[in-house]
């Protein structure tokens, strides 16, 4: 992989966004590098599994491939951008009603006004655009992350544009993923792909998982995508594409600056060319007439005075108009935080008559938030449950996760459950009460279980899945704090529950303790004969400025429509809690 060996597999693009070229002696000829298992993996990329990528060939692929960014958008000289206004229809109709009038008709006074307002309206548009790339571009720098990565056989932290195709790359809990990853090593990994999918739960992640051709974003495990970030667990992966060749690339390819006519420019260009059809037709007309009571004497008089009045129907004070009021909105606009780009974008949100929202994170927080308790009485909020049983909730809470609050980090379902409970007393029961031993969570099992010492014995707790913690529990807490059996019409009320809270959304978890003597041999030996002290659901809640927004715009005449990829019944829950019609 030195000198001017060529680099083995795709050149481009793994996902078929790009063209594909394969080194027939080394690629087995998937263009989806993602699908080959990690053994062939490493043979085709070219990398050493216990090495990872050399120094050497790690620059030597940034220089071939290029660095792992997105391509700045391309500069536009300002001359080229003031040269550009100058291409709309009433500013070409006014630089020629400008040639008239001071060549043909020697109104230098005339053409100096009207070209004046021409440069004046081109100007203001140049600096404009100046003004939006120069934010956009500030904005593209506000984060300069990090990766880890493995080079020679040692560990390092490198800028993230440092990623090289074929690098073995390190992610763990809080790193944002640097590059689409095909993983080979993961540990109870979790990435929330929101950026992607619009999902506000992690997705689960593993080097085990089936390979599926057909599947799409939201469906590989196997997977790292880049730009999403890594909630929970570690895991290692080769970089099979870097840069624009992701997917996120692929999308900044999709929304890279097209040339869109507004209905303002179209209105425009309508409105000129019919000026410019009158303005000859009446000035035809005026020369004919002219010519007829003249009786051809004087052909050039005539021809000037048509002429005179078709310069005259053309209205030089139009574009100022319209260039000064949209400067204005694009001011207001500014003040509301908004980068308007080009000067006649801002009249395009005066002709919607539509508009389609994405739910996660646009009407809602993708934050995650305890929303109800259940208990063999039915639904409680956290308020609501007697203080002995709230206590046994946040008990579990605190200490059966690995989550922190200050700052947040982890699980969002995690977090969710602590941010209830507060930061201080989160930190004040995990002093009493320290963890000797613990089962973290993994997808298989489904649960997460600690052992705590607590005074004179020890304090087994689980959380997880509703479905497998209840299997272990032989006991469970009323909402008044009494203990009592849990027979087969408590298990099926407890099931509905959970049924329930699931159709709308939710993600529910049981929450369970058992008290025992001494600690057992295996915590999995002792996950039996539990107490559930609680079902808990969690939701991504709406935003709190949601309601009104969704209000205003409805009321505008604007017919607002959700596109989400979430349960029906969840999208109709929030919908009706944020007002829509």
Not at 91 to 115: K, N, Q, T, Y
Not at 171 to 194: F, H, K, M, P, Q
Not at 234 to 259: S, Y
Not at 411 to 418: G, K, S, Y
């Amino acid at each position: 992989m030195n000198g001017a060996d060529p680099l083995p597999g795709p050149d481009r693009g793994y996902l078929g966004s790009a063209p594909v070229h394969h080194d027939e002696s080394t690629d087995p000829g998937s263009d989806r590098l993602d699908l080959l298992e990690p053994g062939d993996l490493y043979q085709v990329m070219g990398t050493n599994p216990v090495l990872g990528l050399s120094p050497g060939d790690a620059e030597d692929r940034l220089a071939r491939r290029g660095r792992n960014e997105l391509p700045p958008p391309a500069r536009v000289h300002p001359a080229k951008r003031f040269l550009r206004q100058l291409r709309d229809p009433m500013s070409i109709l006014l630089l020629v009603a400008a040639g008239i009038s001071g060549i043909a008709l020697g109104e230098a006074v005339d053409a100096v006004a009207i070209l004046s307002i021409v440069i004046l309206n081109a100007l203001i548009g140049t600096v404009q655009e100046g003004r939006a790339d120069r934010a956009l571009e500030a904005l593209r720098h506000l984060e300069a992350r990090r990766a880890t990565v493995l080079r020679g056989g040692t560990i390092r932290r490198v800028a993230a544009s440092e990623v090289a195709w074929g690098d073995v790359v390190v992610i763990a809990a809080g790193d944002a993923v640097s590059a689409d990853l095909r993983l080979v090593e993961t540990n109870s990994l979790e990435v929330d792909e929101a950026t992607l999918t619009g999902e506000s739960l992690p997705a689960h992640k593993s080097s085990a998982a089936m390979v599926d051709r057909h599947a799409g974003v939201a469906d590989r495990p196997w997977t790292a995508f880049s730009g999403t970030l890594v909630t929970r667990g570690n895991g290692r992966g080769l970089a099979i594409a870097t840069g624009q060749d992701t997917v996120v690339g692929g999308l900044a390819a999709q929304l890279r600056e097209r040339r869109e006519v507004t209905p303002l420019q179209r209105q425009l260009s309508r409105l000129t060319g019919r000026l410019g059809v009158v303005a000859l037709l009446v000035a035809a007309l005026v020369f004919v007439l002219l010519m007829l009571r003249q009786g051809g004497d004087s052909i050039e008089q005539a021809f000037l005075a048509s002429v005179a009045l078709a310069v005259a129907a053309v209205p030089e004070g139009l574009p100022t108009v319209v260039t000064l009021t949209l400067a204005l909105g694009v001011r207001r606009m500014a003040g509301e935080g908004a980068i308007v780009r080009r000067l006649p974008a801002v009249e395009t949100l005066g002709s919607t008559t539509v508009l389609l929202t994405d739910k996660t994170g646009t009407l809602t927080e993708n934050r995650m938030r305890l929303d109800v308790v259940g208990t063999l009485e039915g639904e409680r909020t956290l308020e609501e449950l007697e203080p002995g049983v709230a206590e046994r909730l946040r008990l579990v809470a605190a200490l059966c996760s690995d989550a922190a609050v200050d700052p947040p980090e982890g699980d969002p379902v995690e977090i969710a459950l602590l941010e209830a409970l507060g930061a201080s007393l989160v930190s004040e029961l995990r002093d009493r009460y320290p963890r000797v031993n613990e089962l973290p969570f993994e997808s298989e099992r489904k649960r997460m279980t600690t052992l705590h010492p607590a005074d004179d014995e020890f304090l087994l707790l689980v959380k997880g899945a509703p479905e497998v913690v209840l299997a272990m529990c032989t006991t469970a807490i009323t909402a008044a704090g009494h203990t009592v059996p849990l027979d087969l019409s408590d298990r099926s009320f407890l099931n509905q529950e959970v049924e329930k809270l699931a159709t709308t959304g939710r993600r529910v978890l049981a929450l369970s303790e058992r008290r025992v003597s001494r600690p057992p041999t295996t915590l999995e030996a002792a996950e039996e004969e539990l107490t559930l002290v609680a079902l808990v659901a969690l939701a991504d809640q709406p935003r709190p400025e949601a309601a009104a927004a969704v209000a205003e715009i409805e009321g505008a005449g604007i017919h607002l429509t959700m596109v989400t990829g979430d349960h029906a019944a969840t999208a109709t829950a929030i919908a009706g809690a944020v007002g829509m019609t």
